[in-house]
């Protein structure tokens, strides 16, 4: 099982990025697919989820109205688009396949993608 996190960068507080990660190993349809962040010194966290046809979604609070996730089946790969990105949302982001109807994560995880946000 493969996940490879890409699009992360250096931003400016207010600034926007899209977040890209491609998927294998597993059939990527049956699976609702999430993005998690890690900061420094803290514990991963849950950021989005999206359900595997991509007809529902679900955001943390911190992140609503200004991050969207999406998803295309053809192409294994699951989006974030970030925008009006904040200090706070400094971060390795990863995503992962995730059990069922459930925000827990399998335990594949990739590299991830260091997004940075400067004040």
């Known amino acids: 099982v493969q996940l490879q996190a890409s699009g992360g960068g250096l931003v400016q507080a207010g600034g926007s990025l899209r977040l890209s990660c491609a998927a294998s190993g597993l059939t990527f349809s049956n699976y609702a697919m999430g993005w998690f962040r890690q900061a420094p010194g803290k514990e991963r966290e849950f950021v989005a989820r999206?359900?595997?046809?991509?007809?529902?979604?679900y955001y943390t609070d911190s992140v609503k109205g200004r991050f969207t996730i999406s998803r295309d089946n053809a192409k294994n790969t699951v989006y974030l688009q970030m925008n009006s990105l904040r200090p706070e949302d400094m971060a390795v982001y990863s995503c992962a396949y995730l059990y069922g109807s459930t925000l827990k994560p399998l335990n594949y995880w990739g590299q991830g993608t260091l997004v940075t946000v400067s004040s």
């Open positions: 999206v359900h595997w046809s991509g007809s529902s979604t």
